[in-house]
Structures are given as C-alpha cells and as structure tokens.
C-alpha cells in the first residue's frame, strides 16, 4: 500500500515535506526481514530530529518485555542493547531508576524482576508523531496541528474480544512486530482511537481529538 503525496510535514503539519519518516520508527523493526515499513512524507526535522527519541523508547520496550520471542530477541540483541551501550546518559537514568520487584505470577508463585521508569515525555512524543503519520497513510488527510494527541501505556494485555475493539480497522507491520488497531469517528474526523500492539507483549493507546468522542471507542 502506497502512501498518499502531500506537501507539507504530515508530522508538524507546517514544514514543506523534504524527506519520509518511517512510522513506527524503523529501529522499532530490528531483526525483522521483509517488514514492509510505512513511510509518510515528512521535514528534516521531524524525521531526523526525533531519532535519539525512538531509540530511547525502543530500548525501553525492548527492556520491559524482554526475550519472550524470537522477535523481541531480535530487537534486544540488534537494535536497544546496543543503544544502552553507546548512549550514556540512557545507561545512566535506567540504572539510577532501576530496582528489584516481586511479581506474583497467575499460579501464586512469585519471582523477582527489575522494575524501571519509562520517560513518559518521550515515549508519547514518539507514539504522537506515530499515530500522526498513520492518520495520513490511512485517511490522506493531515491531522490538525491545533489537535491534541494523548498517548498512555496499557498495563497488561487488554480484552481484545470486545464489540467495540471488533469494529476498530485492523493492521500488521513485520509479522506482529507492531499489530494496531483503528477507528476514525465519521461525524468528526479529527477524533480517533488508535492501539498499539509491539511484538505481542507491549501495549499503548493514543487518542486525538475531543475526549468526549475518544471515549465513545474507548475499551470496555
């Protein structure tokens, strides 16, 4: 699928598009062959001035959900392990937050894993300009800069099966590296609902637009 063209940064929606920027971010890929990643047109400084924030929020997803298959592995090995190593003030703020946790697992028993904080600033700039690059592949319209951008974390894995979740637009970027799901409401179009799936085991939401029409798609 193709994007649509457009002269302006689909991102900032001002800058003339000079470029393409990959969304998600190509780093968010490693390891995956024959990913098929989406590009929309972009300025210089949205696309290369928002790398050191995707590589940030890569090693932190990569470090939350860890090995747990042979895409995450991947994504471990070649792309946020090697961030760590080379980008020292990340190294530092992960060790200065980082501290053991006992989690209790669904049988009772419990085990001890390493809990950090994620820089929340960061991770939603990258899911914002994220879901304003897949707002223009999918509508070929430009979401409004004036219009607001909100993106959270999903703790655990959400009820996937609900009437509301079953309505949303359905799409899988490098076999289940980034699965996301979609709905744009009709009547206002700059109010949608967007979740976000990374390699089966990381989960966010964004939502743009009035709070009153993000809620109507917003999970049960």
């Known amino acids: 699928m193709q994007p649509p063209k457009s002269n302006v940064c689909v991102i900032c929606g001002t800058r003339p598009a000079v470029t393409v920027d990959h969304v998600p971010p190509k780093g968010f ?37 860890g090995k747990q ?26 060790v200065a937050n980082a501290r053991e946790v006992a989690v209790v697992g669904a049988d009772g028993s419990q085990t001890m894993r390493i809990a950090f ?22 509508c070929g319209r430009v979401l409004p800069a004036s219009i ?10 959400p009820n996937m099966e609900t009437e509301e979740i079953r309505m949303l637009n359905f799409e ?3 076999n289940g590296a980034c ?9 206002d179009p700059d109010s949608s609902l967007w979740i976000y799936e990374f390699h089966h085991a990381h989960w966010a939401m964004v939502t743009t637009g009035a709070a009153s029409a993000a809620q109507t798609l917003l999970i049960q």
């Open 69 to 94: 298959n042979p895409a995450s592995k991947q994504l471990w090995e070649n792309g946020a392990h090697k961030s760590i190593l080379r980008k020292k003030t990340l190294r530092e703020a992960f």
């Open 172 to 174: 899988n970027i490098g």
């Open 148 to 157: 607001r951008v909100n993106a959270i974390m999903l703790t655990g894995t």
């Open 117 to 138: 904080h994620i820089p929340v600033f960061t991770y939603q700039r990258v899911l914002a300009r994220t879901t304003r690059g897949l707002y223009f592949f999918h």
């Open 179 to 187: 699965i996301y799901r979609y709905g744009i409401l009709p009547d």
């Open 29 to 65: 890929f490693k390891g995956v062959v024959n990913a098929q990643l989406r590009t929309v047109p972009a300025c210089w400084d949205c696309n290369n001035g928002a790398s050191s924030d995707d590589e940030d929020v890569r090693f932190f997803i990569s470090a939350q959900i």
